[in-house]
């Protein structure tokens, strides 16, 4: 009896064990879990519907429906310009701007050409119902005009839209004292909006361009107008990203050869002042002071 007793006791005691050791496994498993998912919840970031393109789209295309897809992008890296669905507020909290306005059937132009699952941004599309052309470039005042270029005037065909340029003006000056012509930056980090009749920010090859056309103040257009018809233009691409801050700059030929001019001053012929007096068949001449 009291072997039987004993064994169990025996046989209790290590049920009891065996069910602690599996509690305490089965509480480290779901407090392993618990972490998992817990850094699974921190590592989530908050996102936001955003519009890309399903194909490549170029410039002049009509950006319709079933050209854009939405997928999911980080709220804290959206790319400035971004449409969204729904369309995001600003940082000012006016309403964000829809891709496809509401009850309308009007269409956005590409400006740039997109690639597959490219984010469609402002800069690269036209407002609603508006051609991918100058107009849809020209800044809110501004104008456009035209400035014709050569081989060696336009940058040997480099300029793009959207490049700055300084403009130099070369020509004889009205009422110079000298034959010689003189270079004068007149203006400076002008933007550039077309190249011949083209707008278009991807054009493949460098190609010699007889016109370029520039984004201007009404005032900068009256004074281009009067450069170009009285010299000849060139233009200075200035660097990606840089801003210029060319000061004034002018250059004629003696300095352009270190030549320098002495400026001679006649110095003022002296005047005589004289009294004639006849005595008899004589003339006599005398020198007097010269009055005012």
Known sequence: MRM????????GLGLAGFAVYMAKGYLSSYQAEAQRLQDIADSMVETVSVFVVKRQVKY?????KEDVQLIQWPVNSLPEGIYTFPATETAEG????????????KLRSVLRTMELNEPVLALKVTAPGRDAGITSRLSAGMRAFAINV????????FLRPGDQV???????????RSNSNITKLIQVGVRLIAIDQSADDDIGNANIARTV?????????ANLAQAQGSGRLTLSLVGSG?????????VNQNDLLGISVREVIAE???????????????LIITEIPCGD
């Open 60 to 64: 002049g295309e009509r950006l319709t």
């Open 150 to 157: 050569d081989v060696s005037s336009g940058v040997s065909g």
């Open 242 to 250: 840089e801003v210029s801050t060319a000061s004034s700059i002018e």
């Open 4 to 11: 039987v007793f004993g064994l169990v006791l025996i046989l």
């Open 94 to 105: 006016t309403p964000g701007e829809d891709l496809f306005p509401k009850d309308s059937d």
């Open 213 to 221: 056309t520039v984004e201007v103040t009404p005032t900068q257009v």
């Open 166 to 176: 300084d403009v130099y003006w070369t020509g004889r000056p009205p009422n110079a």
């Open 268 to 282: 003022e012929e002296k005047r005589i002042c004289t009294q004639r007096e006849r005595r008899g068949a004589e």
